[in-house]
């Protein structure tokens, strides 16, 4: 009866524990072809799609507790480079994700979230011109060798999201 009370509590306490996500990005690392799609003008009632391609390259530092994002890509808008830092907090068992693109030369400000069940969600505030918004960013894994980003405003509290970023990545193969 002991040993039975042992192990379930052992369970309940691993099962409550928060989970190790220090490693969530790993799938990611290496170079990937990416065909991008954003709003030319977000939140403005246009829905004028900018298509993009070129390539995204990701690099971990840290021993994996944080990771760099490098996306150069092309399309009839122009050229985009963007960079990303992303730091896990193992003490909140999170990522924040910071943006920059060569553009604007400063850190956006930080989404926040975490991986469960393989898909991560984030969320945080920033301003777009003079109004706050709220940010959501979701990374899916499509399966070994692609990836969905999706990026979505919104500009009441979260009541709607309008998605006006979306990335798929695949893998670039080693020859």
């Not at 944080?66 to 150069?72: C, D, I, Q, S």
């Not at 985009?80 to 003490?91: H, K, Q």
């Not at 400000?109 to 920033?126: A, K, L, S, T």
């Not at 980003?149 to 309008?162: K, L, T, V």
Request: charged share 20%.
């Amino acid at each position: 009866m002991k040993l039975a009370f042992l192990c379930l509590t052992a369970t309940m306490l691993a099962s409550s524990m928060p989970r190790d996500g220090q490693r969530d990005f790993d799938f990611e690392l290496g170079v990937w072809k990416t065909q991008l799609r954003r709003f030319a003008r977000p939140l403005s009632g246009s829905k004028t799609w900018v298509e993009y391609a070129g390539t995204t390259t990701v690099r971990p530092i840290w021993n994996g507790r944080a990771n760099l994002v490098e996306l150069e890509v092309d399309g009839p808008q122009g050229h985009l480079e963007g960079f990303s830092l992303r730091l896990y907090n193992p003490d909140a068992h999170q990522w924040s994700l910071n943006f920059a693109n060569s553009a604007g030369g400063t850190l956006s400000p930080p989404v926040f979230g975490e991986f469960r069940d393989g898909r991560g969600e984030f969320f945080g505030q920033d301003m777009l011109g003079a109004r706050a918004i709220l940010v959501r960013f979701v990374i899916t894994p499509l399966g070994p060798d692609s990836i969905r980003y999706e990026q979505a405003f919104s500009d009441n509290a979260g009541r709607s999201w309008e998605v006006n970023w979306i990335t798929t990545d695949t893998r670039v193969k080693d020859n």
